[in-house]
């Protein structure tokens, strides 16, 4: 396994914030969404080394930004369209968030760049899919990554991942507790973000 991630990494190479992804390239939004589903269906198929192969081209294949994430797996409530992989999106996102085989800190750098600039709605890709467990309980690592982004696009990663219909307290506290032992600086900063969703809340 450790074999595999270091050949990961050479590879597509470390990257750090804001689209920096090494992600695939694709002339069209359908072009993606069918090779992503191709290698989710190759990863749920397979066990062992086939798997780890497939993990990562599913991981290469997997968007980057949080608007590619809207295009591919969202809903536009204005229009009432849904995107094109809106119905499978909660499967293929799921496996994503328990890859295996990946390299951290690419995973963690992906996992960071979608949440930058992601707002909540209720639909497959709503607060922050799971990054806050990704923070509370390998808090260290991920807020080193997170570190290498500017102030903006941490603040904005924290009001993503705390956000939704009603901002949760009690999930807040935990995590600001495991953060502050951590990285006070980072953790205060997820606090400044937690009061304006706070204010954003009352005054709607």
Not at 94 to 106: E, P
Not at 144 to 166: A, Q, W
Not at 174 to 184: E, F, G, H, S, T
Request: net charge neutral; hydrophobic share 35%; charged share 25%.
């Amino acid at each position: 396994m450790r074999i595999v991630k270091i050949l990961f990494a050479l590879l597509f190479g470390f990257t750090l914030c804001k689209g920096q992804s090494n992600n695939g390239k694709y002339d069209s939004i359908k072009e993606q969404a069918a090779t992503l589903t191709s290698y989710y269906d190759s990863v749920m198929k397979s066990t062992g080394t086939q798997r780890a192969k497939y993990e990562m081209l599913f991981f290469k294949a997997f968007p980057s930004s949080f608007h590619r994430m809207e295009e591919l797996f969202g809903y536009d409530e204005k229009n009432g369209v849904a995107a094109i992989l809106y119905d499978s999106g909660e499967n293929i996102i799921n496996l994503f968030d328990s890859l295996r085989y990946i390299n951290k800190t690419l995973y963690y750098n992906k996992y960071i760049d979608i949440c930058i600039g992601g707002k909540w709605e209720a639909d497959n890709i709503q607060g922050g899919f799971d990054m806050y467990n990704k923070l509370y309980y390998d808090a260290k690592r991920v807020l080193n990554i997170l570190s290498k982004c500017n102030e903006s696009e941490i603040r904005s990663v924290f009001h993503f991942v705390l956000d939704g219909p009603i901002p949760d307290k009690e999930s807040y506290n935990a995590l600001y507790v495991r953060l502050q032992k951590v990285n006070p600086y980072m953790a205060g900063l997820m606090r400044e973000e937690f009061d304006k969703l706070l204010q954003e809340h009352n005054e709607h």
